[in-house]
């Protein structure tokens, strides 16, 4: 059965500063996606990125990068220069079997409570 | 940008009483699913639906809930008899199933069992 664990339950840190949240996720699968997702306290699920397993490229997108590290089943997201803006909970998740042709359930981890102090 | 849109954003309802949880997807989407998500817990998922019909479902997806594309656009998932345990954000979300896409999400309904 898949599983994604993010061990961080919350994280403070002050503007500016760089965080890593950090993913960890169990599959049996070859194939598999991961993602994070954003949630501010409005409620909302807000997409960040999708990654697939054949990809173990790192990604750079703005103030945002991700290491996905295949040999220790981890996706690590770093958030640069921190803002109150960030300031969210953050979830990775995994979806199976990526090419069936069908998009999968995802399943998340607990999440990250981030809070970004002014 | 097309988005996923879910009515109503908040819903108290009464221990017992049946809610029906809206939700339009994206137009061309052809996968439909709901996640939950306890207050303060991780988002789970609770069922897919394809082609008319239930492709894949959770441990939670029990007898009491339901769901259905009456028409076109609307997805819906009904809660025959709620219970205080019900109590959550109820995501509904859409993908078009092609092989490198995400589920897109709606902002959520807030059910609050009293």
């Known amino acids: 059965a898949q599983k994604v664990t993010q061990a961080q339950t919350e994280i403070s840190v002050v503007e500016k500063e760089d965080v890593t949240l950090d993913c960890v996720y169990e599959t049996r699968d070859t194939t598999y996606y991961l993602f994070w997702y954003k949630q501010p306290p409005s409620g909302e699920l807000v997409f960040l990125i999708r990654?697939?397993?054949?990809?173990?490229q790192n990604e750079i997108s703005g103030r945002y990068s991700w290491n996905f590290q295949k040999s220790t089943s981890s996706f690590n997201f770093t958030i640069t220069a921190s803002q109150v803006v960030d300031s969210a909970v953050y979830f990775c998740?995994?979806?199976?079997?990526?090419?069936?042709?069908?998009?999968?359930?995802?399943?998340f981890g607990s999440g990250t409570q981030l809070t970004v102090l002014p | 940008e097309p988005e996923v849109t879910q009515t109503p954003s908040h819903q108290v309802t009464q221990m017992g009483q049946e809610v029906i949880l809206r939700c339009v997807p994206i137009?061309?989407?052809?996968?439909f699913y709901w996640y939950r998500q306890i207050l303060g817990q991780k988002v789970e998922f609770l069922v897919s639906?394809?082609?008319?019909?239930?492709?894949?479902k959770s441990e939670i997806f029990d007898d009491q809930f339901s769901v259905e594309r009456p028409d076109g656009s609307n997805f819906t998932l009904k809660i025959r008899s709620t219970k205080l345990e019900d109590s959550a954000m109820y995501f509904c979300?859409?993908?078009?199933?092609?092989?490198?896409?995400?589920?897109?999400f709606g902002q959520g309904t807030r059910l609050t069992v009293v």
């Open positions: 639906f394809y082609n008319n019909e239930i492709s894949e």
């Open positions: 998740a995994l979806s199976e079997d990526a090419f069936s042709g069908s998009a999968r359930q995802l399943t």
């Open positions: 979300a859409s993908s078009d199933g092609s092989l490198n896409t995400e589920a897109f």
């Open positions: 990654r697939n397993s054949f990809d173990e």
């Open positions: 137009s061309n989407h052809l996968y």
